[in-house]
């Protein structure tokens, strides 16, 4: 059998032919076999917006004028990311927009561009890019929600809470019921922003008991807390996070919970309830092993100690200088939610020794 290393040789006189490059270390894996998932997207409107959305993903390779196919394009586009080469990467989101307005595929590459310019805080040149897939608007199904959904990302994270709550608003009207829970969390949260807790309470409950989606479910409740406390009703929000803490027993979540309750309890000043949740989470099982946080990774203690319209802020604000811009909301929710919170509790139970005024 021919060793696969070795080149196959060139007509004769001739060298043998040279082998293309090989992408980055770490696409190689992601690529031998890729099949579209939408949590592949990565994009400013959201995990789910391609199939969540309804969107057809497959189609024949087009090419811009002169140029490469779509795909490939997109593919140039990733390897850019992956090599931090920002530029090559717009550049060639830019070409892929040009040359399929008007499939997925253009949609993808202009939601993704987007999240680029979001991310280096560019908002004018973000919501331009989402004008690029115009004829994906008009023609495919949803596409106008995906967009709407972009456009309540940008405006949250430009801190325009009012802008936000619009797009979300009118996203809330997809056929698809993730896509739609995803958009009323955002309105949420843009309500939270603009100082309207009521508003924000009436659409978590709804959102709480109504997904399907654990993430989703774990992100409306957890939100349902904050909208309570921002509302000034204490006893709500402890009551919401218990009730969160049942539905996220045994999952990764639990261990967040438990902090947050404490952080809760603390704020009302009930040292001992927030002594006794603070038990519970020392008792709990370590974190999975995996690759560790790195700094910044996610709201620090202090963060989560925010008032609810500054911590929105932090959160949009963390999401735009996400070190991987091809990150989905859904995904940087997960990763927020999913905290190593019992390295918190130590400083947690100093904040309660304090308050009783047993440290200075």
Same mark, same amino acid.
């Given at each position: 059998?021919?060793?696969?290393?070795?080149?196959?040789?060139?007509?004769?006189?001739?060298?043998?032919?040279?082998?293309?490059?090989?992408?980055?270390?770490?696409?190689?894996?992601?690529?031998?076999?890729?099949?579209?998932?939408?949590?592949?997207?990565?994009?400013?409107?959201?995990?789910?917006?391609?199939?969540?959305?309804?969107?057809?993903?497959?189609?024949?390779?087009?090419?811009?004028?002169?140029?490469?196919? +779509?795909?490939?394009?997109?593919?140039? !586009? @990733?390897?850019?990311? %992956?090599? &931090?080469?920002?530029? /090559? *990467? $717009?550049? #060639? =989101?830019?070409?892929?927009?040009?040359?399929?307005?008007?499939?997925?595929?253009?949609?993808?590459?202009?939601?993704?561009?987007?999240?680029?310019?979001?991310?280096?805080?560019?908002?004018?040149?973000?919501?331009?890019?989402?004008?690029?897939?115009?004829?994906?608007?008009?023609?495919?199904?949803?596409?106008?929600?995906?967009?709407?959904?972009?456009?309540?990302?940008?405006?949250?994270?430009?801190?325009?809470?009012?802008?936000?709550?619009?797009?979300?608003?009118?996203?809330?009207?997809?056929?698809?019921?993730?896509?739609?829970?995803?958009?009323?969390?955002?309105?949420?949260?843009?309500?939270?922003?603009?100082?309207?807790?009521?508003?924000?309470?009436?659409?978590?409950?709804?959102?709480?008991?109504?997904?399907?989606?654990?993430?989703?479910? +774990?992100?409306?409740?957890?939100?349902? !807390? @904050?909208?309570?406390? %921002?509302? &000034?009703?204490?006893? /709500? *929000? $402890?009551? #919401? =996070?218990?009730?969160?803490?049942?539905?996220?027993?045994?999952?990764?979540?639990?261990?967040?919970?438990?902090?947050?309750?404490?952080?809760?309890?603390?704020?009302?000043?009930?040292?001992?309830?927030?002594?006794?949740?603070?038990?519970?989470?020392?008792?709990?099982?370590?974190?999975?092993?995996?690759?560790?946080?790195?700094?910044?990774?996610?709201?620090?203690?202090?963060?989560?100690?925010?008032?609810?319209?500054?911590?929105?802020?932090?959160?949009?604000?963390?999401?735009?200088?996400?070190?991987?811009?091809?990150?989905?909301?859904?995904?940087?929710?997960?990763?927020?939610?999913?905290?190593?919170?019992?390295?918190?509790?130590?400083?947690?139970?100093?904040?309660?020794?304090?308050?009783?005024?047993?440290?200075?």
């Amino acid at each position: 059998m021919r060793d696969a290393r070795k080149p196959v040789p060139g007509p004769a006189g001739q060298p043998p032919p040279v082998p293309p490059p090989s992408p980055p270390p770490g696409i190689v894996a992601a690529e031998r076999g890729r099949r579209f998932h939408p949590r592949h997207l990565g994009v400013v409107g959201g995990s789910i917006l391609l199939a969540a959305l309804g969107l057809p993903t497959g189609h024949a390779p087009a090419a811009a004028a002169n140029g490469p196919p +779509t795909g490939v394009l997109l593919r140039q !586009a @990733r390897y850019a990311l %992956a090599e &931090g080469d920002a530029d /090559r *990467a $717009r550049g #060639a =989101l830019r070409s892929a927009c040009a040359a399929e307005p008007g499939t997925a595929r253009g949609l993808e590459a202009a939601l993704l561009l987007a999240s680029l310019e979001f991310g280096r805080g560019d908002r004018a040149a973000a919501e331009n890019a989402l004008t690029l897939p115009a004829v994906a608007a008009r023609t495919l199904p949803s596409a106008g929600d995906a967009l709407l959904v972009a456009r309540g990302w940008i405006a949250l994270g430009s801190d325009d809470p009012a802008a936000a709550r619009l797009a979300f608003e009118a996203a809330r009207s997809s056929r698809e019921p993730a896509a739609r829970d995803l958009a009323a969390i955002g309105e949420a949260w843009a309500s939270l922003a603009g100082g309207e807790p009521a508003s924000a309470v009436v659409t978590l409950g709804a959102v709480a008991r109504s997904t399907a989606d654990p993430v989703l479910r +774990t992100a409306a409740r957890w939100s349902l !807390a @904050r909208a309570h406390a %921002a509302a &000034g009703d204490a006893r /709500r *929000a $402890r009551h #919401a =996070l218990r009730a969160l803490r049942r539905f996220a027993r045994a999952t990764s979540f639990a261990d967040d919970v438990e902090l947050d309750l404490a952080l809760s309890e603390l704020s009302s000043g009930d040292t001992r309830s927030a002594r006794r949740t603070l038990l519970r989470l020392a008792r709990l099982p370590g974190r999975a092993s995996g690759p560790p946080r790195a700094p910044g990774d996610g709201p620090t203690l202090d963060e989560l100690r925010l008032a609810p319209r500054a911590f929105v802020a932090r959160l949009a604000a963390l999401y735009a200088g996400r070190p991987a811009p091809a990150e989905s909301p859904f995904d940087f929710l997960r990763r927020a939610l999913d905290r190593d919170a019992r390295s918190d509790a130590d400083a947690v139970l100093r904040l309660v020794q304090r308050a009783e005024g047993g440290l200075p």
